[in-house]
């Protein structure tokens, strides 16, 4: 993938926070469903990050407890604009649904309505949708070696299995560092023809 950070740029702390806070309200479905609405906001529409960086920061904050969006978008906004961000925005993320509960809370009986149940059953139908749009995102962007094919599955078949992410997300690590050390250059990095003249 081509180096376009030269072409990033860089928001202030109102744009961040204004993003994040667009984000915070109509992102529905949490945790990886929402990765696609982050990139097409970070990477797409504002060009902050390439997707690249993007992707990097999926993988790196998988290992990090607590929430995916929250810990993708503390990650982001560190990058971009340093702790003020990090803390801002990760406010700026979380309010919208911290009122909203606060609101379910009270009106606990509203749950039961048929009306609110028909809403929430389309929304977990988009959720798939969404989920399924992040899994052919993330998959586009791997490298297509047998490797790849392999760690996918071996995630998919503990996932099955009801082995804990944490676990499964460490073991595929190894795997993934144990082959860098083995062939001394990335996953899928393209080998470089020898230019060498013959003596």
Do not use: C
């Amino acid at each position: 993938m081509n180096d376009s950070s030269n072409e990033l740029s860089k928001p202030s702390l109102m744009q961040l926070l204004m993003v994040y806070m667009k984000i915070g309200i109509l992102g529905f479905g949490g945790g990886y469903a929402v990765l696609s609405f982050i990139q097409s906001e970070v990477v797409v529409r504002n060009r902050w990050l390439t997707e690249e960086q993007f992707d990097h920061m999926v993988e790196m904050t998988s290992f990090a407890p607590g929430p995916t969006t929250t810990n993708v978008m503390g990650a982001i906004a560190y990058r971009l604009l340093g702790w003020p961000a990090l803390v801002l925005g990760t406010a700026a993320v979380l309010w919208p649904s911290f009122l909203l509960i606060l609101i379910l809370a009270k009106l606990s009986d509203v749950l039961h309505s048929p009306m609110v149940k028909g809403i929430l059953s389309g929304i977990e139908l988009a959720v798939i949708g969404l989920l399924v749009d992040v899994v052919v995102t993330l998959w586009h962007d791997v490298p297509k070696v047998w490797l790849t094919v392999i760690l996918a599955l071996v995630a998919l078949a503990a996932t099955m299995l009801n082995v804990n992410p944490a676990l499964t997300i460490l073991v595929v690590a190894v795997l993934g560092t144990v082959d860098f050390l083995i062939r001394k250059k990335p996953l899928g990095a393209p080998t470089r023809p020898n230019t060498a003249k013959p003596r």
